[in-house]
């Protein structure tokens, strides 16, 4: 019985808990799924697009970076080079005000104090849509999600966090960072 408590107690405070680790590492255009190389190429990009592919907490995806307008793109893909959702690095001060009056307040109802190091729009649609959106074909009205990375301080310490919110405020996901392992002496 004790052994089923344990258990049951270590499942929710894990599901409760949830830690973002990241491995993102170069992989060649011959290792990319067709479906994603041209779903790329319809994009037409900028610059010369970047292959990573990437193991976290939510497995192994394939994503390509680019550039286009003056704004950093990535595209995530599934491991078989369906597309999962389309992120765009802006400036804070870019983003609507109503609402980054909304997520400030969650933030400031969440941590004491949190500086928000890093801005995300994201995006999730149909292949189609994804193509409207990235070509300016036609005003495309999608759902858009925010992501932000966050350095938040609860009790006494300082934590990095990885937020996605929707536009009201309310947040959709949440991991902290977990410590970066290295195999080398820190002094």
Not at 36 to 64: H, L, R
Not at 140 to 162: A, C, D, P, Q, R
């Amino acid at each position: 019985m004790r052994i089923f408590v344990l258990l049951v107690f270590s499942v929710a405070l894990s599901a409760f808990s949830q830690q973002k680790f990241e491995r993102e590492y170069r992989i060649k255009i011959e290792e990319v799924p067709a479906e994603a190389k041209a779903f790329i190429n319809k994009c037409k990009f900028d610059k010369k697009v970047k292959w990573y592919a990437e193991e976290s907490q939510d497995g192994k995806t394939i994503e390509a970076k680019s550039c286009k307008n003056k704004y950093k793109y990535s595209v995530e893909f599934s491991s078989d080079g369906k597309i999962i959702d389309i992120e765009k690095t802006v400036k804070w001060k870019e983003i609507q005000k109503e609402t980054k009056r909304n997520i400030k307040q969650t933030l400031s109802q969440k941590f004491k104090k949190f500086k928000i190091k890093k801005a995300q729009i994201q995006w999730k649609t149909d292949e189609d849509t994804y193509l409207k959106l990235m070509n300016r074909a036609s005003k495309t009205t999608i759902k858009e999600l925010f992501e932000l990375i966050v350095k938040g301080k609860k009790e006494s310490s300082y934590n990095l966090y990885e937020i996605l919110f929707d536009t009201k405020g309310n947040i959709v996901k949440e991991l902290k960072f977990a410590p970066q392992n290295t195999d080398n002496l820190e002094f």
